[in-house]
């Protein structure tokens, strides 16, 4: 196929400059994303992943080299992908349902079928019965859980997710796992998922891309090829889960080691 990739990372670096000097974020990324993969991207703290996705959705522009979404330089903002921040960024004045809503308030739907929308996504994260409930009289984990359904009820093209299920308990992880992984082959859209939980990656992702300590570099891209539908509760289990787990383990604990003595 001659089709342009979706995204497209060329040799980027970004560095920021602070009061307390430069830092660089990250350094000589080439990346990829095809159309409707799902690609997870792990590295130690700080590595510059979510400098990465901010690129990505167009917030933030790389100091070398050049992002392309469909080929072209990524607009700002790019409307076209939908992104779960690591930060939670709800609205506190507004209830749960009126937070899932606020994208397709912007897109000029009716109220009754905005509602209808809203509550079915609340409804599929688990949080039946709080559509009225306010930010602050959730738990962590709900207030993400409200997040995801914002994102999704969006229904992008693309999503970047950065760590978005790292506040959950490890059930309620699995599960939201699960609908993540139905959703995303149901609709075709295209992931990219940031996360420090290596388990969490090779689960969900066609590859995995896993970089060094900063400046961030890709170190090693493995693709996970491990057939769908997967069971997110036992893939864990299959023997080739656990020789790519090595694989990319050591390849994580190379750059997790080199960041501790760099300090
Ligand atoms: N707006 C900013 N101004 C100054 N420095 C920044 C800014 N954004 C990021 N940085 C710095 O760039 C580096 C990479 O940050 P980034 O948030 O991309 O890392 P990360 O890989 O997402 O880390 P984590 O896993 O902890 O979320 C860090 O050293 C951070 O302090
Ligand atoms: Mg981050």
């Given at each position: 196929m001659s089709e342009a990739p979706l995204i497209e990372y060329r040799g980027v670096a970004r560095q920021f400059t602070s009061r307390r000097g430069t830092v660089m974020a990250c350094e000589g990324v080439?990346?990829?994303?095809?159309?409707?993969?799902?690609?997870?991207?792990v590295g130690p703290s700080g590595c510059g992943k979510?400098?990465?996705?901010?690129?990505?959705?167009?917030?933030?522009k790389p100091s070398t080299g050049r992002v392309f979404?469909?080929?072209?330089?990524v607009p700002e903002p790019n409307t076209l992908?939908?992104?779960?921040?690591?930060?939670?960024?709800?609205?506190?004045?507004?209830?749960?349902?009126?937070?899932?809503?606020?994208?397709?308030?912007?897109?000029?739907q009716r109220k009754t079928e905005r509602h209808r929308h809203a509550h079915d996504w609340i409804k599929r994260v688990g949080l039946s019965g709080f559509e009225t409930a306010y930010p602050a009289q959730l738990s962590g984990g709900m207030r993400r859980r409200v997040s995801m359904a914002r994102t999704l009820a969006y229904e992008p093209e693309t999503i970047l997710m950065d760590e978005p299920f790292g506040a959950l308990d490890a059930q309620l992880r699995l599960v939201m796992h699960d609908e993540?992984?139905?959703?995303?082959?149901?609709?075709?859209?295209t992931m990219?998922?940031?996360?420090?939980?290596?388990?969490?990656?090779?689960?969900?992702?066609?590859?995995?891309?896993?970089?060094?300590a900063r400046p961030g570099r890709i170190r090693a891209i493995e693709t996970v090829d491990l057939p769908r539908p997967r069971d997110v509760f036992r893939i864990r289990f299959d023997p080739r889960f656990g020789e790519l787990h090595d694989r990319l383990w050591r390849y994580l604990e190379e750059s997790v080691r080199g960041d501790i003595m760099v300090g």
């Open positions: 080439d990346l990829t994303v095809h159309r409707g993969e799902f690609l997870a991207i979510s400098t990465l996705l901010n690129m990505a959705a167009g917030l933030l979404y469909h080929g072209a330089p992908v939908g992104y779960m921040t690591q930060r939670d960024t709800l609205l506190p004045w507004r209830t749960v349902e009126d937070n899932v809503a606020i994208a397709l308030e912007l897109r000029g993540l992984l139905k959703l995303w082959a149901a609709t075709g859209t990219v998922f940031v996360t420090h939980d290596l388990t969490e990656a090779i689960t969900l992702a066609d590859r995995v891309a896993v970089f060094s």
